[in-house]
């Protein structure tokens, strides 16, 4: 069964520190993955995309890997704002599957 | 450009009550759309989604269906709501199974 776990469930911490949120995920066959930002009474909104062949990749003060063997993915932070502060969703894609497998989420509050 | 529309925003609702919640999309053709709900502080769950006109897919059994009258429109209905049902409920659209997902604004649906 396709699964994505995500950790840590909640985190806070003070404006201007960094973070990283970690996603591992058993979807087979992987297509890839993407990081959403929900914010709160707010649909989702894609940050990144991580494919099978990319480790690295940057959208501003977001920062996301993807290592395709031990199936993890994590997204940095760098810098957080008060505006960070929102749930951050791992989601993953199977290769031909139109249902994608979403993780819980991580709470993110940013502290001033 | 793209954009997706649902409404409404907020709906109180008795329970017993019928419901019916609309999502449409435009500027895009044969768009695969999908239909979520959320409880507070949870995760993501997939009610139904659908690839084409009066295809749905249902994924949790439950007294909710769906409908996909036009390319564009899907409806999200009930002929009487349980206080279950209460939720933040999210209309999406993708343009293929390994695409990224586009979210609407969302409704928030208080049964009483």
């Known amino acids: 069964k396709n699964q994505v776990e995500q950790s840590p469930q909640s985190l806070i911490i003070l404006e201007g520190k960094n973070c990283t949120l970690q996603?591992?995920?058993?979807?087979?066959?992987?297509?890839?993955l993407r990081w959403y930002k929900q914010d709160t009474g707010r649909g989702p909104v894609s940050l990144t995309i991580?494919?099978?062949?990319?480790n690295t990749k940057s959208n501003g003060r977001y920062t996301a890997t993807l290592d395709a063997d031990t199936k993890q993915s994590s997204l940095h932070i760098t810098a957080s704002q008060l505006s960070d502060s929102a749930s951050y969703i791992c989601?993953?894609?199977?290769?031909?599957?139109?249902?994608?497998?979403f993780g819980r989420g991580t709470s993110l509050i940013v502290h001033p | 450009s793209q954009t997706i529309h649902q409404w409404p925003a907020t709906l109180v609702q008795p329970v017993g009550s019928p419901l019916s919640l609309e999502c449409t999309v435009e500027?895009?053709?044969?768009?695969?759309l999908y239909w979520y709900r959320q409880a507070a502080g949870r995760g993501l769950q997939l009610l139904f989604y659908?690839?084409?006109?009066?295809?749905i897919s249902s994924e949790v059994p439950q007294n909710l269906s769906a409908s996909r009258p036009q390319d564009r429109q899907f409806i999200l209905s009930s002929k009487k709501l349980l206080l279950s049902d209460s939720g933040f409920y999210l209309c999406?659209?993708?343009?293929?199974?390994?695409?990224?997902?586009?979210f609407g604004s969302g409704t928030q649906l208080s049964v009483l």
């Open positions: 999406a659209w993708s343009a293929g199974p390994n695409e990224k997902l586009f």
């Open positions: 996603c591992n995920y058993t979807v087979s066959p992987f297509s890839n």
């Open positions: 991580m494919t099978f062949s990319e």
């Open positions: 989601v993953v894609r199977s290769g031909g599957s139109y249902i994608p497998t």
């Open positions: 500027g895009t053709s044969n768009p695969n």
């Open positions: 659908s690839v084409g006109i009066g295809q």
